[in-house]
């Protein structure tokens, strides 16, 4: 029967070790090179995943300069694939799915889980350690070197392995860079004001700091229907950006130097502050300006943005006035309950990204920049974010049946060539196990 054989075939196939082409960091501010790596076939409870689209996450460049992980990883920007292959006991997805992977799991039956009130899963936990839950990696160069997995997904790399309950399907219908935005930034953003605090009708809002994370603020924020978005950021341009998602009001303190976040804030508003301050930099500073720019008595700062510094001072005197401050990781998403929810209003036009992040030209350079050298760590903003987004896309978006990131500077031929004369020697293989 044609049909056994292919799936004959298709199974050969999927217990071989791949070689395809990775983005791999080997050391802190070292630049990002694209080398050949090994990807194991995967385990039981493990799909291994063909890399479609992916968007950058400025984590990733925190993690090249200087923000504590395990060196020698390919880097996890946001992403979309394609189940390649399944481990036994796999059977939420299957072989040819659109899938999104998460550094978040969720069992739906520890304490946390099941109490609804965080995404911080007992049985799934945030993953720092490079490798899988049983100790080791799926990934390693030719001559045996253990690559880590970055936060579990580790998205600059063709194919990768991970584990099963970290992938989530998503609907077909969504454009893959659109879908791409979905995985972090913006979905940390816009689940802030509806999973760590529940943004009122007719609150107030403020938001410091206008990128991916920021822009998914104001749009949660209007889609919970606050009555005025005030948003904070220094570069200028971030203005009209912001306007397109629903932000009512905004602040460029470089124009009010001698004045801090919180005073300007205040002014707004009349003296009152806003009901929820989410800070979305990561710089420690702004973190005391958030709380302040919080009411009085019932006010609350969400700490969202991420940054190289991991501890800072705080005044502990405007909490004790009765405002509260939030931590938040991934803006509270469950990813299995929540992160469809998601998907549906992007694909309904509720809200969606499409019309102001991907702009720009591309950055065939980008792995050489000066962002992931260490030489200049500056944050990315304006378009020089937007360029690398779209040069992102462009590069990892490739229609061809294997997708490389050769197109920035490194043509995998090579890989192509061992992994066509593999399948050749398969399909032999198969042919005469049948012939016989």
């Given amino acids: 029967d044609a049909n056994v054989h292919i799936v004959r075939f298709v199974g050969v196939l999927h217990v071989l070790v791949m070689i395809f082409a990775a983005a791999v960091l080997r050391g802190v501010g070292e630049p990002l090179k694209v080398e050949e790596i090994q990807v194991d076939p995967p385990k039981a409870s493990e799909v291994r995943i063909k890399m479609l689209c992916a968007s950058l996450c400025h984590t990733d460049v925190l993690c090249c300069n200087g923000l504590p992980i395990v060196t020698v990883v390919p880097p996890n920007p946001w992403s979309r694939r394609m189940v390649e292959s399944v481990g036994e006991g796999v059977t939420e997805v299957k072989e040819g799915d659109i899938v999104m992977p998460t550094y978040i799991g969720e069992c739906g039956k520890c304490d946390n889980c099941r109490s609804g009130k965080s995404n911080l899963c007992h049985t799934y936990p945030l993953p720092f350690n490079g490798v899988m839950p049983d100790g080791t990696s799926r990934m390693s160069t030719s001559d045996g070197t253990r690559i880590y997995h970055h936060f579990t997904c580790s998205t600059w790399s063709e194919y990768i392995v991970i584990g099963a309950n970290y992938v989530v399907k998503v609907d077909p219908r969504i454009p893959l860079p659109h879908a791409s935005f979905m995985s972090c930034g913006y979905s940390t953003g816009f689940g ?56 009512t009001d905004f602040i460029n303190p470089s124009k009010d130097s001698d004045k801090r976040v919180s005073e300007l804030v205040n002014e707004l508003t009349g003296g009152l502050g806003v009901d929820y301050c989410f800070e979305c930099t990561g710089v420690p500073s702004l973190l005391n300006e958030a709380i302040e720019s919080s009411k009085v008595g019932i006010g609350s700062a969400v700490l969202i943005g991420a940054g190289t510094e991991t501890s800072g001072q705080i005044n502990f005197i405007p909490l004790l006035c009765g405002r509260t401050l939030k931590g938040s990781i991934y803006g509270g998403i469950r990813t299995k309950s929540d992160l469809p929810i998601i998907f549906d209003k992007c694909l309904n036009k509720v809200k969606g990204p499409n019309k102001v992040f991907i702009t720009g030209t591309p950055s065939r350079g980008a792995f050489d ?28 978006s490739s229609e061809h049946p294997f997708p490389s990131l050769s197109a920035v500077h490194y043509i995998n031929k090579r890989a192509f060539i061992m992994f066509s004369v593999v399948q050749a020697i398969t399909i032999v293989l198969v042919a005469l196990t049948m012939i016989l």
């Fill in 192 to 247: 802030s004001t509806w999973r760590e605090v529940l943004v009122h009708k007719g609150s107030t809002v403020a938001v410091l700091g206008l990128g991916a994370v920021g822009l998914g603020v104001i749009e949660g924020a209007r889609t919970q229907e606050a009555a005025r978005i005030i948003g904070v950021d220094l570069n200028e341009k971030k203005r009209a950006l912001g306007e397109v998602f629903g932000m």
């Fill in 369 to 396: 920049s000066r962002i992931f050298t260490g030489r200049n760590k500056q944050s990315i903003e304006g378009n020089e974010a937007a360029r690398l987004y779209q040069g992102y896309h462009q590069v990892l």
